[in-house]
């Protein structure tokens, strides 16, 4: 590992500072992703800027009745909180989906949002080509073993997965992230957080440089959504999506009046279709209108020579979550 120097940090303008002393600074708190990084040698930040004592791992109801999760709050404290067991089912269903329970004690929220690809070559340094590693290199998953990655916007520099849980669950829960930097506070809709890899696969979201996340809102829940998380992995814990579903819907006088569907493991980022999401609007519950939905969430899709099989796993995923939820209430 390249020696590289710590700080920590006193407080979140503390932290914006520190973070601003050194170009390739990176904040760290839970380390599960970037402290094997740096052993891995993906990463060799020169300074690191411990966060853990900043005050940032509330979970708390906001005044308009919705959540404010901490940026700091430990993944199995947020799927274990009452209000989010309760009020968002989906959440806490997600994060019990990844990791172990070792590591989801020590991850953190901001860092969840964070996690990098787990693409073999971008962790394996012996693999000169990557993109995402190494801007303009190539991409060794083009001609190599690409069973887990995208079918759904890649591009020809990155066919790389967002491998994250919570992320599917925040997508499909309409998520609001903080974020405070050298220009202020802004607030980011979680489908504009994460990127497509398009001609720079090596950015990974829409942070600006020195921003710090803060925390993650979710909205006020109304009526009675019914939801379901559903993953589908090589072997049942501890270990990644090849496809997982964040399926969210309300139903009212026999038929379906609001559905989000998110999809996990097939791109860059969450991946959700809101021409999808409103063929399901307007009709009554059940297969015929599940199986319409799943094959427009998958439109477009493009496969290479190891991962076709996650198009049908996509489709009959939706419909499989989809039906777990509506026997929900
Ligand atoms: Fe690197 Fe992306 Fe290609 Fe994987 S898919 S080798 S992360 S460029």
Same mark, same amino acid.
């Given at each position: ?77 947020? %799927?274990?909180?009452? *209000? #989010? =067991?309760?009020?968002? !089912?989906?959440?806490?269903?997600? @994060?019990?989906? +990844? ?72 997508? %499909?829960?309409?998520? *609001? #992230? =903080?974020?405070?930097? !050298?220009?202020?506070?802004?607030? @980011?809709?979680? +489908? ?138």
């Amino acid at each position: 590992m390249k020696p590289f120097s710590t700080a920590r940090a006193t407080g979140v303008h503390d932290a914006l500072h520190q973070i601003s002393t050194a170009p390739d600074a990176r904040f760290v708190a839970g380390g599960t992703n970037l402290i094997d990084l740096m052993k891995y040698g993906v990463e060799a930040p020169s300074r690191i800027v411990d966060i853990t004592q900043l005050p940032l791992g509330r979970i708390e109801e906001t005044p308009d009745g919705g959540l404010r999760i901490g940026a700091l709050a430990r993944n199995s404290d947020m %799927a274990a909180h009452p *209000l #989010i =067991r309760t009020r968002y !089912p989906l959440l806490s269903e997600a @994060i019990l989906a +990844g990791a172990s329970a070792q590591l989801r004690n020590a991850a953190t929220a901001g860092g969840n949002l964070m996690q990098r690809t787990r693409c073999y070559y971008f962790y394996d340094i012996a693999f000169t080509q990557c993109n995402k590693r190494n801007p303009g290199s190539g991409c060794a998953a083009l001609d190599g073993f690409n069973r887990i990655h995208a079918i759904l916007g890649a591009s020809e520099q990155c066919i790389a997965t967002n491998p994250s849980d919570m992320n599917v669950a925040l997508a %499909a829960l309409d998520a *609001l #992230i =903080r974020v405070e930097g !050298p220009s202020g506070v802004r607030v @980011i809709p979680i +489908g504009e957080f994460h990127r497509l890899p398009g001609d720079t696969p090596q950015i990974d979201t829409n942070l600006k440089p020195g921003e710090l996340i803060t925390s993650i809102h979710l909205p006020p829940v109304t009526g009675n959504p019914r939801s379901h998380y559903l993953k589908v992995r090589d072997r049942n814990s501890y270990a990644f999506a090849l496809v997982s579903v964040a399926a969210w819907m309300k139903i009212d006088g026999g038929n379906i009046i609001d559905a989000r569907i998110a999809l996990g493991g097939v791109a860059h980022k969450p991946w959700r279709v809101p021409e999808a999401e409103n063929l399901l609007k307007g009709k009554p519950p059940g297969e015929a209108a599940y199986r319409a939905a799943a094959d427009a969430i998958v439109q477009g899709a493009r496969t290479y020579p190891n991962n076709a099989f996650k198009v049908e796993l996509a489709k009959r995923s939706v419909v499989r979550a989809l039906t777990t939820a509506e026997a929900r209430s």
